[in-house]
């Protein structure tokens, strides 16, 4: 290399987007709309956590499914999503997307059910910021 490389170090911020959903339909129409960052937040926090050894499911949609919902079929079908097998935020949104669109076909009625107040699902987004480190690698 005939520069050298100037190493970066990272800083998420968690931000709270002040969207929420009570049951499965709100849930469906803010994931179609809320940023990508969102999607990330709730799709990838968890493996950044380095929390491998827990029980509970990858992804944030999955477990508000299976905790607050009850809809267990459901909270393992999201839970199934391997949501780093995808190149783009957007491919991950639109297979999550076409789970719950697939999980309302199949039982409308669950449209008209509502979780308790303070289980909502509250959205969140990450802010990240990158700074540089006093490190170089310098090619000799």
């Known amino acids: 290399a005939k520069e050298p490389f100037h190493f970066s170090t990272r800083l998420h911020l968690t931000e709270l987007t002040g969207l929420h959903a009570q049951n499965i339909e709100q849930l469906l129409k803010q994931i179609k709309e809320v940023p990508d960052s ?13 929390q491998y050894l827990t029980h509970e499911p990858l992804n944030d949609f999955a477990y ?26 957007s491919d991950l949104r ?4 076409r789970t719950i669109e697939e999980y309302i076909a199949m039982d409308p009625d669950i449209k008209f059910k509502f979780v308790r107040r303070n289980d909502e699902f509250n959205f969140m987004k990450t802010v990240s910021f990158i700074f540089p480190t006093a490190y170089v690698a310098i090619l000799q």
């Open 64 to 89: 508000w499914s299976l905790e607050a919902l009850g809809e267990d079929e459901l909270g393992e079908k999201l839970a199934s999503i391997d949501t780093i097998s995808f190149s783009s935020i």
């Open 38 to 50: 969102s999607i990330y937040y709730h799709t990838h926090q968890f493996l950044q956590q380095y």
């Open 94 to 97: 639109s297979e999550i997307i």
